[in-house]
């Protein structure tokens, strides 16, 4: 009687984890019609690098590892007595400039003042041989008139020698006035072709100056560089430079952490993404806070696979081809309505637990 009942009990166990592990299974496989779910999935969130614009050494670090900044707090500074050097010298040299350009609109005003003159000297000279032709032809008539009366003797010839005299003293004359009016015009051409010259070096003196200023102005942008402020409010990651160090442009020394905004990336398989789309709500369960669950929603999905991004690429046209099924990164954004200080407590890199649904 013993033996059989304990037979019965193995029986009755052995039937109820039967339908238990039926009743397990069934539920398992019409949840998984209504959600997708992984567990490669990990934290993401803005990390900004500190890459400092000039370089230098590090004269003073005013942070440590971990701390908590706010934007436009400074960072660290570099070593700034290059940089003021180069701005006086920058000063300098636009002052040179601003000099050469002063000389230059000097020499411009007497250039156009001589010009003025040499154009009153000109028209002088015209008004002078105008007045020269006139009497050079009242001259010329006397002359002919005496001419005719000293043939007919009616005149003596000293009279009629005083005639052609004044005669010829008149036609020099109108001869000199006319060179000296040639002359005037000649030294005119010589004083507009030396203001135009003028001209060309008051514009490069005029370029110069915006040449120096620019430089001024880029030693000064240089100067505020110096300083190496923070362009975010979030926590600043390991701090890697020490006073003394150089550094150049362009080098990442260390980053900045926005804990306000986190996002998931999760590798689904290539399988599961046939009912997978945009806006629909996921469940987060992040390893390092198991008791509170996050909710989310799917925002985008990658334009390749994982491996496509990776240094070393998969070439499937080689002879040793094995297929293997590929995971595409999906964003989960981190929706409005979860615990900000929970979000705040997230940290890149931390896996997670996903639960995409589907229905």
């Known amino acids: 009687m013993t033996k059989k009942k304990t037979n019965t009990k193995f029986i009755i166990i052995i039937a109820s984890l039967v339908l238990l592990g039926f009743a397990y299974g069934t539920y398992k496989y019409i949840y998984s019609l209504s959600h997708e779910g992984t567990d490669d999935a990990q934290i993401e969130k803005n990390m900004n690098p500190i890459i400092p614009r000039v370089s230098g050494y590090v004269d003073k670090v005013y942070i440590k590892d971990n701390d908590f900044v706010k934007k436009g707090d400074t960072l660290f500074t570099i070593d700034k007595k290059d940089y003021q050097l180069k701005i006086d010298e920058a000063t300098a040299n636009l002052a040179a400039a601003e000099g050469n350009f002063e000389v230059s609109k000097a020499d411009i005003n007497s250039i156009l003042a001589s010009i003025s003159v040499s154009d009153a000297n000109v028209k002088s000279a015209g008004g002078n041989i105008e007045t020269a032709k006139i009497r050079l032809g009242r001259l010329t008539s006397d002359y002919n008139r005496y001419n005719n009366l000293y043939k007919s003797h009616t005149i003596t010839k000293q009279q009629y020698e005083q005639a052609l005299a004044s005669k010829q003293e008149a036609e020099s004359e109108v001869r000199i006035l006319e060179q000296q009016k ?71 020394l260390f980053y900045i952490i926005n804990n306000n905004e986190a996002w998931v990336v999760a590798n689904f398989k290539e399988t599961q993404l046939n009912k997978m789309v945009t806006g629909q709500k996921v469940t987060l369960k992040v390893d390092a806070y198991p008791d509170y669950d996050f909710n989310g929603t799917v925002t985008s999905f990658s334009p390749a696979t994982g491996a496509r991004f990776s240094i070393l690429p998969p070439d499937n046209a080689t002879g040793n081809f094995v297929k293997t099924i590929q995971r595409l990164p999906v964003k989960i954004s981190i929706d409005a309505d979860n615990d900000a200080e929970k979000i705040k407590l997230l940290r890149p890199g931390m896996n997670v637990d996903v639960d995409v649904h589907i229905k």
């Open 182 to 252: 040639k002359a005037s015009a000649f030294q005119k051409s010589v004083i507009v072709a030396k203001s135009k010259a003028s001209d060309k070096q008051t514009d490069v003196a005029a370029a110069n100056i915006k040449r120096a200023k620019a430089l001024l102005d880029s030693a000064k942008l240089n100067l505020t560089y110096t300083a190496v402020t923070a362009a975010i409010d979030g926590q600043v990651s390991k701090i890697d430079i020490q006073p003394g160090q150089l550094v150049q442009p362009g080098q990442s």
